[in-house]
C-alpha cells in the first residue's frame, strides 16, 4: 500500500512571497489533515477535511493560509505572503474509518520543510 | 486551555535497558491515548493506542499505561536498542472524530 505523498520536500523562499504544498493521501482515506510542526514541538493541526469537506480549521491562520481538497482527494496548502515565523515543516495525514467507526490512526506523509528567509 | 507535557529533557539509555517516557497532561479529558514514533527528517509514525477503560496495552517490546486519575500515561520500551532511538510524541483524542492534540516529543537516545 502506498503511503501519503507529499511534495516538495524543501521548499526556501523569501518572507511575503507565497508557497503551495501538495498532498495526496492513502487511496480510500476520507479523512486528510495538515499539520504545521516547529522544530523541537509537536505537529499542531491547521485544518482537518473530512472527504471535501472542512471539519475543524480553527488554528489556520486565516489571513494568510488556505487550504482545499478538491474532489475529496489530494489537498494543497498555501501561504500568501509567507512569514519568517511560518518557517517549520508541514505535514500532512490521512486515516480512514476503523472497526469503530473513529479514524484515530493517522499515516502521516514526510513533510515539507519550509524555511522563510 | 489543554497542556501537554512531555519529559522536559532528552532521555539517553544503555542499550538493552527499560526506557520510561511519560505524557502528562491537563485541563483535557481525553477519550483515548497514542504514542507515536518520529525520525529524523520523516513523519510521525503510529505505535500503540490505549483508550480511557483500559489500564494497559502492549505490543512486542512497547507498554502503554494510561492513568486517567493521575492523568499520565507512561510508555515503556524494554530491552532497548539502539534503533529505537528516536523522538516519541504522545497524542490525545476525545472522540473518533475530533481532532489529536499532539505533546511536544522526547527525544530518546540508546547507547551501544
Known amino acids: 500500500e502506498a503511503g501519503v505523498a507529499q511534495s516538495p520536500r524543501y521548499k526556501i523562499i523569501e518572507k511575503r512571497q507565497s508557497v503551495a504544498f501538495w498532498c495526496n493521501p492513502i487511496?480510500?482515506?476520507?479523512?486528510l489533515y495538515w499539520y504545521q510542526q516547529i522544530l523541537g514541538q509537536g505537529p499542531k493541526l491547521l485544518i482537518q477535511f473530512q472527504n471535501n469537506g472542512v471539519v475543524d480549521d480553527s488554528q489556520l491562520p486565516k489571513d494568510r493560509f488556505s487550504a482545499e481538497r478538491l474532489k475529496g482527494v489530494d489537498s494543497t496548502l498555501k501561504i500568501q505572503p509567507a512569514k519568517l515565523e511560518d518557517s517549520a515543516v508541514y505535514l500532512c495525514?490521512?486515516?480512514?474509518?476503523?472497526?469503530?467507526?473513529?479514524?484515530?490512526?493517522?499515516?502521516f506523509g514526510p513533510g515539507t520543510r519550509l524555511l522563510v528567509l | 486551555s489543554q497542556k501537554i507535557e512531555q519529559n522536559s529533557e532528552a532521555l539517553n539509555i544503555q542499550e538493552g535497558k527499560t526506557a520510561t517516557l511519560t505524557c502528562n497532561y491537563t485541563n483535557y479529558s481525553p477519550a483515548y491515548l497514542q504514542w507515536y514514533r518520529q525520525d529524523p527528517g520523516r513523519g510521525p509514525v503510529f505505535l500503540l493506542l490505549?483508550?480511557?477503560?483500559?489500564k494497559e496495552k502492549r505490543k512486542e517490546r512497547l507498554k502503554v499505561t494510561f492513568d486517567t486519575t493521575l492523568k499520565q500515561s507512561l510508555f515503556h520500551i524494554t530491552a532497548s536498542q539502539p534503533a529505537d532511538s528516536a523522538t516519541y510524541l504522545c497524542a490525545l483524542g476525545k472522540t473518533s472524530y475530533d481532532k489529536v492534540i499532539f505533546g511536544p516529543g522526547t527525544s530518546l537516545s540508546v547507547i551501544p
Open positions: 487511496s480510500g482515506h476520507a479523512t
Open positions: 495525514a490521512s486515516s480512514s474509518l476503523g472497526l469503530a467507526g473513529g479514524q484515530e490512526t493517522q499515516y
Open positions: 490505549i483508550r480511557e477503560n483500559e
